[in-house]
């Protein structure tokens, strides 16, 4: 069953401006991860963390986790037109190593 | 990095025919991939888990008898769409990660390309 929620479902924000994803999720998780998807593809790792790291960095990246409130968010900062796609977070439960996605927010990035 | 190929990217089919699909490992060996469904704007289901050797193990609501799953070796899964039938056409992707997980214990996906099958 999928367990994530995301918010928005899409945004549309101007080049060089941020922008933030949330995911929300259910059940306790082990590390939770976001994947990118463009158009037609397959999902590519963007970034992990682990149930036990509230915020981390990489490069434009930064995710934070919160676990109180079993959610997370992604900011994307000083964005590009090539950042335009559609991003998941993913929950790691120890299910078998199963992933389970969130509905995912479509991100366009105006030049 | 790791690589995961999906093939073929795209088939259309007649309706009552069977689809293949293969998802390889390139470059490691994979004891187990997964097999997502996903539908336009929507979210990735994970459709089963298919383990090197053995059975697939499906999720709730997948009818194993539909979705045929085979993983004969570490760098092979593959789903074939048995009789499909219009309201099969979709996004099939698969996916794996290396054979055991990090010292980190994360099971970080690599994924396929994914594959459209449109069924006529």
């Known amino acids: 069953s999928q367990q994530g929620e995301e918010d928005p479902q899409a945004l549309s924000i101007q080049e060089g401006e941020n922008a933030t994803m949330n995911c929300s999720y259910k059940?306790?998780?082990?590390?939770l991860q976001w994947y990118r998807q463009n158009s037609g593809r397959g999902l590519v790792h963007l970034i992990l963390?682990?149930?036990?790291?509230r915020e981390k960095h990489s490069g434009r990246l930064r995710v934070t986790l919160d676990t109180s409130k079993k959610s997370s968010s992604l900011l994307i900062t000083a964005s590009r037109a090539a950042d335009t796609a559609s991003y998941f977070c993913?929950?790691?439960?120890?299910?078998?190593?199963?992933?389970?996605f969130g509905q995912g927010t479509e991100l366009s990035v105006k030049p | 990095g790791a690589v995961v190929s999906q093939h073929p990217s795209w088939v259309i089919c007649k309706s009552g025919t069977s689809v293949k699909i293969e998802c390889r490992s390139l470059?490691?060996?994979?004891?187990?991939m997964f097999w997502y469904r996903q539908f336009p704007k929507q979210s990735l289901m994970l459709m089963a888990t298919?383990?090197?050797?053995?059975?697939?193990?499906?999720e709730q609501g997948v009818e194993k008898d539909k979705f045929l799953i085979n993983h004969a070796s570490l760098t092979l899964s593959t789903l074939t769409v048995t009789s499909a039938h219009p309201e099969d056409s979709s996004f099939y992707i698969c996916?794996?990660?290396?054979?055991?997980?990090?010292?980190?214990?994360?099971?970080?996906?690599?994924f396929g390309a994914g594959s459209r099958l449109t069924v006529l």
């Open positions: 996916s794996a990660t290396p054979s055991g997980r990090g010292f980190s214990g994360a099971n970080v996906l690599t």
């Open positions: 059940t306790s998780i082990n590390n």
């Open positions: 963390i682990r149930s036990n790291e």
């Open positions: 993913a929950t790691d439960a120890w299910q078998g190593g199963k992933l389970i």
């Open positions: 470059d490691f060996q994979a004891t187990t």
């Open positions: 298919s383990n090197e050797g053995s059975k697939a193990t499906y």
